[in-house]
Nanobody, 125 residues
Framework: QVTLVESGGGVVQAGGSLRLSCKAS????????MGWFRQAPGKERAFVAG????????YYTDSVKGRFTISRENEKNTMYLQMNGLESEDTAVYYC??????????????????WGQGTQVTVSS
């Protein structure tokens, strides 16, 4: 199992930007598909974006397409989420997650074996 630590959350005004980072340790992630999820108060944890281990394929939930970009640097064992054009509806705790090696990214939380502790993103209007 890999240990994940998120950083980069904070408070930002609507229309602003943040970049989240997810640093992995315990094993290399170069064969691991990863994803970002978020959980708003009173709501279930939901898929935001995913990236396969080659970075060839990325996936986004419809509400963030064109605003968020997921990327990774395997040599740094790190994944990122660049968030632009933030809206109040993006306010949530953001979690990074990793699947077992060589799995195709999915949107289902139960398909991910490792989770970070989460980082709060608050967008003020």
């Amino acid at each position: 199992q890999v240990t994940l630590v998120e950083s980069g959350g904070g408070v930002v005004q609507a229309g602003g930007s943040l970049r989240l980072s997810c640093k992995a340790s315990g094993r290399d992630i170069y064969t691991t598909s990863m994803g970002w999820f978020r959980q708003a108060p009173g709501k279930e944890r939901a898929f935001v974006a995913g990236i396969d281990w080659t970075s060839a394929r990325t996936y986004y939930t419809d509400s963030v397409k064109g605003r968020f970009t997921i990327s990774r640097e395997n040599e740094k064992n790190t994944m990122y989420l660049q968030m632009n054009g933030l809206e109040s509806e993006d306010t949530a705790v953001y979690y990074c997650a990793a699947q077992d090696p060589f799995m195709v990214p999915t949107t289902t939380t139960t398909d991910y074996e490792s989770w970070g502790q989460g980082t709060q993103v608050t967008v003020s209007s």
